[in-house]
């Protein structure tokens, strides 16, 4: 596959909610790189979209991800299911996606947009789940249906390609 297109990179931030990522193994990190993928992301003019499982039960999109466009409530483990993501995410973007958990609403989610024939890339640093063997099965699952695995630094380099674009260097503090 070749490198991220940038001017065709949409991110799709998964679930990544008050109540749930306490749970979350390395929870923390997760956060911390979702964090720096959305300031790239703003920096370069990446859109996004963002989701909430259940927010009644699981709060809402965790506050340390601020200045996030309007969440996308949904009860369907699987984002597709709801319409609104669906339009949202649009035709043929390529969709870098983060956020939980792996195993049950990225992992569905990535599945079922890979049978719309769609460039998902996983930031499997960016990505989390309670158990690490949970973690660990997703990612294998979603490269065996054809997701690309990569982290949040592959990602920031690739949408800059080069040290002469002029977000350069405030991109490069992000993993500093």
């Known amino acids: 596959m070749p490198l991220l297109n ?4 949409m991110l799709l931030v998964i679930d990544l909610q008050e109540r749930l990522m306490p749970a979350i193994d390395h929870g ?4 911390a790189n979702t964090a720096r993928l959305l300031e ?10 963002v989701t909430e ?20 409530a949904k009860m369907a483990f699987d984002a597709c299911a709801e319409p609104a993501v669906l339009e949202a995410l649009g035709g043929d973007r390529e969709l870098v996606v983060c956020g939980c958990e792996a195993h049950v609403c990225v992992g569905q989610t990535v599945v079922t947009l890979l049978e719309h024939r769609r460039r998902v890339v996983v930031v499997e640093d960016a990505v989390g789940s309670r158990a690490p063997r949970s ?14 695995l990569v982290t949040t630094e592959m990602v920031l380099f690739e949408w800059l390609r080069t040290a002469a674009h002029p977000q ?3 991109i490069s503090q992000l993993i500093r």
């Open 28 to 31: 923390g990190l997760v956060v």
């Open 53 to 72: 499982q259940n927010p009644a039960k699981l709060g809402r999109t965790v506050p340390e991800l601020p200045g996030l466009p309007p969440a996308i």
């Open 6 to 9: 940038l001017r065709n990179a």
């Open 40 to 49: 790239a992301g703003r920096l370069l003019g990446v859109p996004v979209v």
């Open 135 to 148: 973690h660990a099965a997703a990612l294998r699952r979603m490269a065996a249906h054809g997701a690309e």
């Open 168 to 170: 350069f260097r405030a």
